[in-house]
């Protein structure tokens, strides 16, 4: 199955419209619009995809669809999911602009970002949600989150934690390659 490339465009353009809260927010709305509604990925694929956006210089969520883009269609994928995924938040940061100064100070609008800030925190539950049951899979790795998760709560630096990830991820692929002979 080919999938058009304007309609991967338009799935992205109402991705980018829709996301609000930054990269974290961008797994619940890539299952619904790629995995449950067209089935063109599946949920491990953009977990993957999620994963390896982290894991690269840049902006989670372009990273992310773009991945995702080019596993459907190539460089071309790539690219017009990205330029769906920008399109929307564009505009609305070039409306916007000449009234930033007037809105801060807006009750109403401070009534909206409220609303949406709640928004977002759901939206960052359901990211843990679909990231837990494809990462958290045996003792082990929910051993190493329980840790991990510790090391934050008492200031830790993320930086120390990934290097330490890496590595328990390193040994754990050669204690389960080790077993399995």
């Known amino acids: 199955m080919k999938i058009r490339l304007s309609e991967l ?4 353009v109402r991705i980018g419209a829709l996301l609000l809260g ?11 619009e790629f995995s449950e509604k067209r089935n063109w990925l599946t949920r491990e694929e953009i977990i993957d995809f999620y994963a390896m956006g982290q894991c690269i210089p840049g902006i989670i969520a372009p990273n992310t669809i773009m991945l995702a883009g080019y596993k459907l269609r190539g460089k071309t994928g790539a690219f017009c999911a990205l330029l769906g995924l920008t399109l929307a938040p564009f505009v609305a940061i070039l409306a916007l602009a000449s009234f930033v100064s007037i809105l801060l100070k807006s009750v109403i609008m401070n009534d909206i970002f409220w609303g949406v800030n709640v ?9 843990v949600k679909e990231v837990w049951g494809v990462s958290v899979v045996d003792r082990l790795t929910f051993l190493f989150f329980i ?30 390659k080790g077993e399995s002979k």
């Open 9 to 12: 465009f338009l799935v992205c």
């Open 119 to 127: 928004a977002i925190i759901i939206l960052i539950i359901l990211t």
């Open 147 to 176: 840790i991990a998760f510790l090391m934050c709560v008492f200031g830790i630096s993320p930086a120390i934690i990934i290097v330490l990830a890496i590595i328990c991820g390193l040994l754990r692929s050669k204690i389960v």
């Open 22 to 32: 930054g990269g974290y927010v961008i797994v619940p709305l890539l299952v619904s």
